[in-house]
């Protein structure tokens, strides 16, 4: 389980647990050591828009970015092939489009085009910077045989959730305080599941 420190320029910490990424390359019976990094939250002046690796090489066959755009700024992401996309936007807002779908985009959310969505745009609005965590993981043939077997109501055109409705679980490690939750259930991304 590698965690993912998010910083902000005030002072603001964000974290993400990647609570279980079961990917072919990690094994329980190793212990790994616990990798944070911080995100660049400023844009470098004179820039729109800004992107940065994150955890190179940690997760086999999965690429990690940091992304970030001010507005006022439309950006399109062309998606790969063959790769599953996964966007997690932390701060900011603005409006996702897919295809004929829009979502409005509220920090705290996650979103995963699938299906035929071969791309997405992202308005954000003048005044506002939106900042997003981008996976993109390679799917194996076992992968895209599990995607065809899951249960119907897995299946989305464009998997969208804020955190805040995502359903709420309790850890016995930690204080009855705490809230989990699970951000992203089994059975959507194979060998992904996500969980703050």
């Known amino acids: 389980m590698k965690p993912l420190k998010l910083t902000g320029g005030y002072g603001i910490g964000i974290y993400f647990v990647l609570v ?12 790994p050591e616990i990798v944070v990094q911080d ?61 004929t779908i829009s979502h409005a985009i509220v920090p705290e959310s996650i979103s995963i085009p699938m299906n035929a969505i071969k791309s ?37 055109d464009l998997y969208f959730t804020r955190f805040d409705a995502c359903d709420p679980y309790t850890e016995k490690i930690k204080s009855p305080n705490t809230i989990s939750r699970t951000v992203l259930p089994a059975d959507i991304v194979p060998r992904v599941a996500l969980g703050t």
Not at 21 to 28: D, F, H, N, Y
Not at 58 to 78: C, L
Not at 128 to 146: G, N, P
Request: aromatic fraction near 10%.
């Open 120 to 156: 997405i745009r992202c308005e954000v609005p003048a005044g506002d910077t939106l900042h997003f965590v981008k996976f993109t993981k390679k799917l194996s043939a076992q992968d895209r045989e599990d995607l065809m077997n899951f249960p119907m109501e897995n299946k989305y």
């Open 39 to 99: 995100l660049q939250m400023q844009i470098p002046t004179g820039q729109q828009s800004f992107t940065e690796d994150l955890l190179p090489g940690e997760i086999a066959e999965t690429k990690i970015e940091h992304v970030a755009y001010m507005g006022p700024m439309t950006q399109s992401i062309e998606l790969p092939e063959g790769f599953i996309t996964m966007f997690i936007f932390i701060r900011g807002n603005g409006t996702l489009y897919a295809d």
């Open 20 to 31: 279980s990424i079961l990917l072919s390359a990690w094994s329980c019976s190793d212990a």
